[in-house]
């Protein structure tokens, strides 16, 4: 079955750095492309970025671009979220979702991960 | 302020029919699929629809969605009190290059 879990998650204090990770399994990984999605306590599901299958095509949300990277390794099965200058808006659940489809570039996500929580604070 | 637009909360009795608006533009719902998401409370969300009105295999055919234009809507018949939960439209969006979701619509079963 497929999984996916998230770690790497935690307290850090604003313009600091973390890294998310996500492990999968129980599907073809290099296949598929992989978002990131997050959702501040209490409110909405909001996009954070997307990766290609194989990596070469990325999408940011506006308001993470230039602070927050999204990578993949195929050998490894694992999608990452790096995350730089961080802020206190940036304080959410962070969840890894497989896309449904053939393209990134659609809104179609049949699997996510539990969700890592990353909170921005001093 | 999400790009597209959901009434924040639905409300019916077991057996009824509810329905989910959700409001975009043709750079997003018009030109490309729409996806709606079911998330219980504490849980990930769930592809609930898939490109448009297609059902992923396990979910009831009491959820039907439709599109046109630059709206959406999701309908979910014979009400029940499992389906108590925060529903989102979501869509890629042309001009932005990324994925836009509704605001979220809460569907309580009175």
């Known amino acids: 079955q497929v999984q996916l879990v998230e770690s790497g998650g935690g307290v850090v204090q604003p313009g600091r750095s973390l890294r998310l990770s996500c492990a999968t399994s129980?599907?073809?990984?290099?296949?598929?492309?992989m978002h990131w999605v997050s959702q501040a306590p209490g409110k909405g599901l909001e996009w954070v970025a997307a990766?290609?299958?194989?990596?070469?095509?990325?999408y940011y949300a506006d308001s993470v671009k230039g602070r927050f990277t999204i990578s993949r390794d195929n050998s490894k099965n694992t999608l990452y979220l790096q995350m730089n200058s961080l802020r206190a808006g940036d304080t959410a659940v962070y969840y890894c979702?497989?896309?449904?489809?053939?393209?990134?570039?659609?809104?179609?996500?049949?699997?996510w991960g539990q969700g890592t929580l990353v909170t921005v604070s001093s | 302020q999400s790009v597209l637009t959901q009434p924040p909360s639905v409300s019916g009795t077991p057996g009824q029919t509810v329905t989910i608006s959700c409001s975009g533009r043709?750079?997003?719902?018009?030109?490309?699929?729409v996806y709606w998401y079911q998330q219980l409370p504490g849980a990930a969300p769930k592809l609930l629809i898939h490109?448009?009105?297609q059902r992923p295999s396990g979910v009831p055919d009491r959820f039907s969605a439709s599109k046109s234009g630059t709206s959406a809507s999701l309908a979910i018949s014979g009400l029940r009190s499992e389906d108590e939960a925060e529903y989102y439209c979501?869509?890629?969006?042309?001009?932005?290059?990324?994925?836009?979701f509704g605001g979220g619509t809460k569907v309580t079963v009175l």
């Open positions: 490109r448009n009105y």
């Open positions: 979702a497989k896309v449904s489809g053939m393209r990134v570039a659609e809104g179609g996500l049949d699997y």
């Open positions: 129980g599907f073809t990984f290099n296949t598929y492309g």
């Open positions: 043709r750079s997003n719902i018009e030109r490309n699929y």
């Open positions: 979501a869509a890629w969006d042309d001009s932005l290059s990324g994925v836009v």
């Open positions: 990766i290609s299958y194989d990596g070469s095509n990325t």
